[in-house]
T-cell receptor, first 111, second 110 residues
Framework: DVKVTQSSRYLVKRTGEKVFLECVQD?????MFWYRQDPGLGLRLIYFSYDVKMKEKGDIPEGYSVSREKKERFSLILESASTNQTSMYLCASRSADYGYTFGSGTRLTVV | RKEVEQDPGPFNVPEGATVAFNCTYSNSASQSFFWYRQDCRKEPKLLMSVYSSGNEDGRFTAQLNRASQYISLLIRDSKLSDSATYLC???????????FGSGTRLQVQP
């Protein structure tokens, strides 16, 4: 089975901090994705990457950046955390013709 | 208009009932279709893919109607453990990311 691992399950950060969320997949998938999920808004795509060093903005990229230096690792960066970035963050990996496998999520609280 | 629309529910049904969810999608170029299940405070997990001819997996049946642009999920003999949010997901050419509906919440009651 594909495994997608997110480094932290729960995280509390202060406003203005730079925050790194890490995601690693073990199945050599080219495509990796970062979503946030909020009540009533569903899953919203922040950024995705289709190859090493390649990235594309999703639907809500403002306030975020990403890094993909190795195929298995896709990092989400909050440049200066704000309280409206308190959310559940989900990383996903995908092979060409199949659905996603998600990591278990990081619940981030910005205070 | 959202690209993928679902009735948010909740659907409250007794154990043993049959329940059906529909999902409509607006992009006629949509290619692949999935149902995901999400338990409270957990990540979504793939429940089943949806094929043009319809497909069944135990108590779950998924159907696709391309002409009317909707997919459905039927759950027979509901169990308490089926209580979750069911997410409708589509892909289409030219977009690598999947598009999610907001989900339909199911609560199966004893």
């Amino acid at each position: 089975d594909v495994k997608v691992t997110q480094s932290s399950r729960y995280l509390v950060k202060r406003t203005g901090e730079k925050v790194f969320l890490e995601c690693v997949q073990d199945m050599d998938h080219e495509n990796m994705f970062w979503y946030r999920q909020d009540p009533g808004l569903g899953l919203r795509l922040i950024y995705f990457s289709y190859d090493v060093k390649m990235k594309e903005k999703g639907d809500i990229p403002e306030g975020y950046s990403v890094s993909r230096e190795k195929k298995e690792r896709f990092s989400l960066i909050l440049e200066s955390a704000s309280t409206n970035q308190t959310s559940m963050y989900l990383c996903a990996s995908r092979s060409a013709d199949y659905g996603y496998t998600f990591g278990s999520g990081t619940r981030l609280t910005v205070v | 208009r959202k690209e993928v629309e679902q009735d948010p529910g909740p659907f409250n049904v007794p154990e043993g009932a049959t329940v059906a969810f529909n999902c409509t999608y607006s992009n006629s170029a949509s290619q692949s279709f999935f149902w995901y299940r999400q338990d409270c405070r957990k990540e979504p997990k793939l429940l089943m893919s949806v094929y043009s001819s319809g497909n069944e997996d135990g108590r779950f049946t998924a159907q696709l109607n391309r002409a009317s642009q909707y997919i459905s999920l039927l759950i027979r003999d509901s169990k308490l453990s089926d209580s979750a949010t069911y997410l409708c997901v589509v892909t289409h050419t030219g977009r690598r990311a999947l598009t999610f509906g907001s989900g339909t919440r199911l609560q199966v009651q004893p």
